[in-house]
């Protein structure tokens, strides 16, 4: 079974520009959801789709959004993109139910640099 | 608002030796807690989770966890720590039923030396 899948892998981008970055999630899962990874703050929670729906949404700025189409794939997107913007964006994806405790299978991340 | 906390940001133990990974929750609601582990230039890989039933969780790799209410504790440990248990480790809580939303500790790096 294919784990999460992201695309690219490596980002180089210039200020005031916006990005995609796309996710594939395993077969038969639901949910995807987007963390930001950094130095100083760490891992931090973007947002969850599940079933094309925005369902959780962490702190942000609405510069950060995304979304999830009929196959489950999921994009988020940044745009004018700040220094402070360069990390690590992890995606995960789970099936989603509301059963307790889902199991979240991370993707290895696309490494965005903003110069 | 839910919040975890790792104590000690960077642990060195010696092959063979007990490993403890230390983390403490604050939730208003029973929580859903997660150890999970990075290796370099990886993501995140579940080593074990906690909703409900036993407080003693055995995960993979030879890991377990207990969590403990009384203490809002779920200290990850590992009897005798091996060279390839190098890599950062993080302790999650999630505030919702799905187990997603995860909020994450800053992360413990383990060192282990031979």
């Known amino acids: 079974k294919a784990g999460v899948t992201q695309t690219p892998r490596y980002l180089i981008k210039t200020r005031g520009q916006q990005v995609t970055l796309s996710c594939s999630p395993i077969s038969g899962h639901r949910s995807v959801s987007w963390y930001q990874q950094t130095p100083g703050q760490g891992l931090q929670f973007l947002f969850e789709y599940f079933s094309e729906t925005q369902r959780n949404k962490g702190n942000f700025p609405g510069r950060f959004s995304g979304r999830q189409f009929s196959n489950s794939r999921s994009e988020m997107n940044v745009s004018t993109l700040e220094l402070g913007d360069s990390a690590l964006y992890l995606c995960?994806?789970?099936?989603?139910?509301?059963?307790?405790?889902?199991?979240?299978?991370f993707g290895a991340g696309t490494r965005l640099s903003v110069l | 608002a839910q919040s975890v906390t790792q104590l000690g940001s960077h642990v060195s133990v010696s092959e063979g030796a007990l490993v403890l990974l230390r983390c403490n929750y604050s939730?208003?609601?029973?929580?859903?807690l997660f150890w999970y582990v990075q290796y370099p230039n990886q993501g995140l890989q579940l080593l074990l989770k906690y909703t409900t039933g036993a407080t003693l969780v055995k995960g993979i790799n030879g890991f377990e966890a207990e969590f403990k209410k009384s203490e809002t504790s779920f200290h990850l440990t590992k009897p005798s720590a091996h060279m390839s248990d190098a890599a950062e480790y993080f302790c999650a809580v999630s505030p919702n039923q799905a187990g997603t939303a995860l909020i994450f500790g800053k992360g413990t790096t383990l060192s282990v030396s031979s």
């Open positions: 939730s208003s609601v029973p929580p859903y």
């Open positions: 995960a994806s789970c099936r989603g139910g509301e059963d307790g405790g889902n199991i979240q299978y």
